[in-house]
C-alpha cells in the first residue's frame, strides 16, 4: 500500500508538471490512497481494542467458574427439592425457567424425576414421591414424633404446673422463631435495647395474661405465700405500669436512620404475641380446669395429623389447597373420620381417672401429686342417643359428646392453623419456620394447629361446660370469704335486709 501511495504521488507530481496544471489534482490519487489506508488502520485497532487484556481473561475465566459453580449448585438443590407452590407453575416464565433448570440434569436424574412429573405438576403429592425418600423422611418423622411423644407423656405424669410450664416455653420458641423472619441483624447489633425489648413485652404479656385467665388460683396462691400478695392485689396497677415503662423504652430506642424497621418490628411483635402468646396462656386455663382438657384436645390435633399423613402417603392423589399442595383430600378425610373415632374412644378411657378429670384449684408446684375429687357428672352419668340413619342406641357420657365436638374441630377448622402457616412461608419463601425438629421443622411448624384448638377449647369450656351455677356458687363463696370481718358483716346485713323485704325470710 505505501509503495502504491509513493508511485502514485510521483506520477500525479510528474502529470501537472507536464499539463502546466495546479499541484492539487496530482494528490488526488494520494488523498484517496490515504483514506483506504486509514480505514484499514482503524479497522486493526478496533479490532486489536476488543482482543481482552490478561486482567479481562482473568476476570471472564472466574466469571465462567462462579456460572459453573451456580449451576452445579442448583442442580444439586434441583434433584433434591421440589417446587411445593402452585402459583410457581402458573406463570410461563416459570415453566421457561424449570425447562431450563431440569437440562442441566444428567439422563439419570431426569429419569427419576420423570417417574413423580404428575405430581410435580400438582405440587408433589404424597403418594407419588419416589417410594426411596418417602420411607427415609417417615422414618425421620416417626422417631423424633415418638420422641415428642414420650416427652410429653411424661409432662403430663409431672402435673398441671409442669404442663404449664411446657405450654409456656413452646410459646416462647414459636415466639422466637416468628421473630425471627423479620429480624434484621445488622439493625438490632445497632439497637441493643430493642433487640430485649421484644422479650420484655413478652413477659408482660405473660404476667398479665396469666393473672387474667387465672384469676382464682392466683388468689389462692396470694393466701398461701404472702409475700405475692402484693402482686396479686394490684396486679391491675402494676401491668399498666409495666406497660408505660416499654413504651418509654420503646421511645428511647428510636434511631432515625431505622425509624420504619423499629415500628414494623413493633407491629410485628405485638401481632405475634396476641397470636401465639395470648393462646398458649388460654391453653394453661385448660390445664388447672381438668387435664383432660388439656390432653384430649392435644392428642386429637396429633392423632389427627399422623393419620392425615398417613392417609396422604399410600392413598394422596388430589390436593386439597394451593396453599398447602401436599395436603389432599384423601388425607384430609381419612385423617377426620379417625380422629372423630379417636376422641370418643380416648375420651371413654381419659374420664375414668381423677387425674384428668379433677380440678386443680391451687398452683402446685411438686411433681408427681394427683388431685383427688368427686367427678363430676359429665364424666359419670351416661345417656342415651340414637343414630337417626341406622336406629343404633348407644350411651355416652356428656364428655364424649363435649370429646365428638373437640374431635369435630381438630379434624376440620384446626388443620386450617396449619393452612395459615403454610401460606406465611409462602410469603416469605422459606421451607420450616426452624429446623429444631428434625423431619418436621421448627417448633411452629408442629404446633400451628395447637395454637387453633387450644383458643378453642378455652371458649367452647367457659361458655358450654364450667359457666354453671355450681361453679359460679363456689366461686362467689369464695371471693366472699377473702373479705375482711366488717365487709363479711356488712355483706350479711345487706343480704338478710334484702330477704326480709321479698318476704323471704321474716320480719
Partial sequence: MIIELCVGLIVGIAVGTYK??????????CIEGTKTMKDKVVGKVQHWNKMPSKKQQSAVEEASSLRQRRVSTERDLLSQTEPDDDSEWDSSAARERTVQKHELLTKEERDER?????????????????????????????????????????VVA????????????????????????????????QLPLFYSLRWYLFFVTVFIGYKRFMTDRFDRLAMV?????????????????LLIIGLVAFVLSLRKYTLRYQFGQLAWTIVTLVIVVVQGIAMTANIYNGLIWFFLPTSLVIVNDIFAYLFGFFFGHHPLIKLSPKKTWEGFIGGSFATM?????????????EYFTCKQEEIVFKPFVYPHCTPDEIYTVFRTYTIPPFGIEVQL?????????????????????????????RAFKIKDFGDSIPGHGGLTDRFDCQVVMGMFTYVYLTNFVVADSAAAF??????????????????????????????????
Fill in 397 to 425: 357420657t356428656d364428655m364424649q359428646i363435649h370429646a365428638l365436638v373437640l374431635g369435630i374441630f381438630a379434624s376440620l377448622v384446626a388443620p386450617f392453623g396449619g393452612f395459615l402457616a403454610s401460606g406465611f412461608k
Fill in 158 to 189: 409431672m402435673g398441671h404446673f409442669y404442663c404449664s410450664l411446657l405450654v409456656l416455653g413452646i410459646a416462647a420458641g414459636m415466639f422466637q422463631e416468628i421473630c425471627m423472619l423479620k429480624r434484621n441483624k445488622e439493625k438490632d447489633l
Fill in 225 to 241: 405465700y404472702p409475700s405475692i400478695h402484693f402482686i396479686v392485689k394490684y396486679h391491675g396497677v402494676i401491668s399498666y405500669t
Fill in 474 to 507: 363456689t366461686n362467689l363463696l369464695e371471693k366472699v370469704m377473702q373479705l375482711s370481718d366488717s365487709e363479711q358483716l356488712q355483706l350479711y346485713e345487706l343480704l338478710r335486709d334484702g330477704l326480709k323485704s321479698r318476704g323471704v325470710l321474716e320480719a
Fill in 114 to 154: 420423570a417417574a413423580s412429573a404428575a405430581g410435580t405438576a400438582t405440587g408433589q403429592l404424597s403418594a407419588d414421591k419416589p417410594m426411596a425418600s418417602k420411607m427415609k423422611n417417615l422414618k425421620v418423622r416417626t422417631f423424633w414424633a415418638v420422641i415428642m411423644i414420650s416427652g410429653f407423656m411424661l
Fill in 20 to 29: 502546466g496544471d495546479t499541484f492539487r489534482p496530482c494528490f488526488d490519487p
Fill in 341 to 353: 373415632i379417636f376422641a370418643i374412644i380416648w375420651c371413654s378411657f381419659l374420664q375414668k381417672y
